[in-house]
């Protein structure tokens, strides 16, 4: 059946919704012939009299019917509307929000018209056309409305079948974090609604075909509340377990996924049973250890690669595409490190490393850097790679003279000292490696020069050298630069000019090689 509907679903279009219409209209028009095929065991009447009052009930069902279409129709318009428009993503939510809540708004606010319009006037219809007591209306009505709860419940399951294609269908065009709850009938009450009606259907229905031919209408009414009294007390308990039998398990899970979405990715539903529920509670668990091992390799993964690294691998694949940008990079390297772990420890060694670099990547995160890359003592930070900052040299700058104060506060009674270089320039970024290992980092020659400036720092005794091409970058609130001349970077043919800023660590100290340079101030 599933797919049959899936089928004319694709086929009808907006054409579809015509068979909930059909479907309510013919099944509506049998629920009423037989009962007034049953209600005629204990009315007796002729074959002339018979269809007489099939076609009199007939047609005030299906005028009341074709007030509950109007009104369905209405209700359902935004789901008809998306359909017909050709499935537009923008109004999908709207149409969700229709087609779920469509089943229950529909039987919950035209409830009341079968009553109206087709089980009161035919009450009356029947106490005239036979004669009967005035009561008689009132218990005609009181077996009308279990037929109208009957063709209620009919109505209700098949509209949820016949939107389920169509459900299906508007998932696929939600936002991936589309969140609205669901604003239908409860488990609980589709059970406490269906299960006892069906009791009293039966009863009735049993009662009528077990009479010898001597029941009254009298006899109908004293059925309807016999059923009724059964289905509500000795048939209650029963109901109920039914109902717990199934709720419980699915209430464990709800709460379950409540504390997931709640980031307690360590709570287990008890499998209790073998049915399909009990199968259900053992995949969600099996899903949740899967999250679980996910969410210590994707803290794993993070701890090695840059949060904005990470993201993008996550978003894109493992294979981020090399794409040209401008940007500026900046080493970072700690001076005369070599030595200091020749005397100390390996412990000690890798403990200082640590604590600068703790110092170190926060600051660069800060500034919308990242950390790309760690070269033994030294540090490779990218602005303008990840995130696309029109003012990375400014980020770059103030993340190097903040990182310069930060050591200087924190190590400078340990007599760590650092350089720091910085250059803009045009770089490729992307995912570089082979055989199963890769690593998204920058390359071109921005990058090797900023390591050679870093290098010139020990010549110059600045902290912080940048190049010309990262100070024709900054705009008019970078700080006072002081010129340290132009020198011969290895690898350049042509002597590349370095600034230093004024207010940085070592940033008034010049070797004396400097000093013999002009200094400028920009």
Same mark, same amino acid.
């Given at each position: 059946?599933?797919?049959?509907?899936?089928?004319?679903?694709?086929?009808?279009?907006?054409?579809?919704?015509?068979?909930?219409?059909?479907?309510?209209?013919?099944?509506?028009?049998?629920?009423?012939?037989?009962?007034?095929?049953?209600?005629?065991?204990?009315?007796?009447?002729?074959?002339?009299?018979?269809?007489?009052?099939?076609?009199?009930?007939?047609?005030?069902?299906?005028?009341?019917?074709?007030?509950?279409?109007?009104?369905?129709?209405?209700?359902?318009?935004?789901?008809?509307?998306?359909?017909?428009?050709?499935?537009?993503?923008?109004?999908?939510?709207?149409?969700?929000?229709?087609? =779920?809540?469509?089943?229950?708004?529909?039987?919950?606010?035209?409830?009341?018209?079968?009553?109206?319009?087709?089980?009161?006037?035919?009450?009356?219809?029947?106490?005239?056309?036979?004669?009967?007591?005035?009561?008689?209306?009132?218990?005609?009505?009181?077996?009308?409305?279990?037929?109208?709860?009957?063709?209620?419940?009919?109505?209700?399951?098949?509209?949820?079948?016949?939107?389920?294609?169509?459900?299906?269908?508007?998932?696929?065009? +939600?936002?991936?974090?589309?969140?609205?709850?669901?604003?239908?009938?409860?488990?609980?009450?589709?059970?406490?609604?269906?299960?006892?009606?069906?009791?009293?259907?039966?009863?009735?229905?049993?009662?009528?075909?077990?009479?010898?031919?001597?029941?009254?209408?009298?006899?109908?009414?004293?059925?309807?509340?016999?059923?009724?009294?059964?289905?509500?007390?000795?048939?209650?308990?029963?109901?109920?377990?039914?109902?717990?039998?199934?709720?419980?398990?699915?209430?464990?899970?709800?709460?379950?996924?409540?504390?997931?979405?709640?980031?307690?990715?360590? =709570?287990?539903?008890?499998?209790?049973?073998?049915?399909?529920?009990?199968?259900?509670?053992?995949?969600?668990?099996?899903?949740?250890?899967?999250?679980?091992?996910?969410?210590?390799?994707?803290?794993?993964?993070?701890?090695?690669?840059?949060?904005?690294?990470?993201?993008?691998?996550?978003? #894109?694949?493992?294979?981020?595409?090399?794409?040209?940008?401008?940007?500026?990079?900046?080493?970072?390297?700690?001076?005369?490190?070599?030595?200091?772990? #020749?005397?100390?420890?390996?412990?000690?060694?890798?403990?200082?490393?640590?604590?600068?670099?703790?110092? =170190?990547?926060?600051?660069?995160?800060?500034?919308?850097?990242?950390?790309?890359?760690?070269?033994?003592?030294?540090?490779?930070?990218?602005?303008?790679?990840?995130?696309?900052?029109?003012?990375?040299?400014?980020?770059? +700058?103030?993340?190097?003279?903040?990182?310069?104060?930060?050591?200087?506060?924190?190590?400078? &009674?340990?007599?760590?000292?650092?350089?720091?270089?910085?250059?803009?320039?045009?770089?490729? &970024?992307?995912?570089?490696?082979?055989?199963?290992?890769?690593?998204?980092?920058?390359?071109?020659?921005?990058?090797?020069?900023?390591?050679?400036?870093?290098?010139?720092?020990?010549?110059?005794?600045?902290?912080?050298?940048?190049?010309? &091409?990262?100070?024709?970058?900054?705009?008019?609130?970078?700080?006072?630069?002081?010129?340290?001349?132009?020198?011969?970077?290895?690898?350049?043919?042509?002597?590349?000019?370095?600034?230093?800023?004024?207010?940085?660590?070592?940033?008034?100290?010049?070797?004396?090689?400097?000093? #013999?340079?002009?200094?400028? #101030?920009?």
């Amino acid at each position: 059946m599933s797919r049959l509907l899936d089928w004319l679903y694709r086929r009808l279009g907006a054409w579809y919704f015509l068979l909930h219409i059909v479907f309510d209209a013919a099944t509506t028009a049998l629920v009423c012939l037989g009962a007034i095929g049953l209600m005629s065991i204990y009315q007796p009447m002729s074959v002339g009299a018979f269809w007489v009052v099939v076609g009199f009930s007939e047609a005030v069902v299906m005028i009341a019917y074709a007030v509950v279409a109007a009104r369905g129709i209405k209700l359902g318009w935004p789901v008809i509307r998306w359909v017909a428009a050709g499935r537009p993503d923008e109004t999908a939510a709207e149409a969700w929000r229709a087609a =779920v809540a469509f089943p229950r708004v529909a039987i919950a606010e035209g409830g009341w018209v079968p009553f109206v319009l087709a089980v009161a006037p035919l009450g009356v219809f029947l106490t005239l056309r036979f004669d009967l007591p005035w009561y008689s209306a009132g218990i005609i009505s009181a077996a009308g409305l279990v037929a109208i709860a009957y063709a209620g419940i009919l109505s209700f399951f098949a509209a949820e079948s016949l939107l389920r294609p169509v459900l299906r269908d508007i998932v696929r065009r +939600l936002p991936d974090r589309f969140d609205a709850v669901p604003a239908g009938v409860s488990l609980r009450w589709k059970l406490l609604g269906s299960l006892p009606l069906i009791n009293v259907i039966t009863g009735v229905v049993v009662s009528g075909l077990s009479t010898t031919g001597s029941a009254s209408l009298t006899d109908l009414g004293l059925d309807v509340i016999v059923a009724v009294g059964v289905a509500f007390t000795l048939s209650l308990e029963l109901t109920l377990m039914v109902t717990r039998s199934v709720l419980r398990p699915v209430r464990e899970l709800l709460d379950a996924t409540e504390r997931v979405a709640r980031g307690d990715l360590g =709570v287990r539903v008890p499998v209790l049973s073998g049915d399909e529920l009990g199968r259900l509670a053992s995949s969600f668990n099996a899903m949740l250890t899967g999250l679980q091992e996910r969410e210590k390799l994707q803290s794993a993964f993070g701890s090695y690669v840059a949060p904005g690294v990470a993201e993008r691998v996550l978003e #894109e694949g493992e294979q981020l595409e090399g794409e040209k940008l401008d940007a500026t990079a900046m080493f970072v390297d700690v001076r005369d490190f070599t030595a200091f772990a #020749e005397r100390a420890s390996a412990e000690e060694a890798v403990a200082r490393l640590n604590a600068f670099f703790d110092v =170190v990547v926060p600051i660069v995160d800060r500034h919308g850097g990242h950390a790309n890359k760690f070269i033994g003592d030294g540090l490779l930070a990218v602005f303008g790679a990840l995130e696309r900052h029109p003012d990375h040299a400014d980020r770059a +700058l103030r993340a190097a003279c903040e990182i310069a104060a930060a050591v200087e506060a924190r190590f400078s &009674a340990a007599g760590v000292r650092i350089g720091i270089g910085l250059n803009s320039g045009e770089v490729v &970024a992307g995912s570089v490696g082979g055989g199963g290992r890769l690593e998204f980092t920058v390359i071109g020659d921005a990058v090797n020069v900023a390591a050679r400036v870093e290098q010139a720092t020990r010549e110059l005794g600045d902290t912080i050298l940048l190049t010309h &091409a990262t100070r024709r970058r900054l705009t008019a609130g970078a700080p006072r630069l002081v010129a340290r001349g132009a020198i011969e970077l290895r690898g350049k043919s042509a002597p590349i000019s370095l600034f230093a800023p004024v207010s940085s660590p070592g940033g008034a100290k010049a070797s004396s090689r400097a000093a #013999e340079r002009p200094k400028v #101030e920009t």
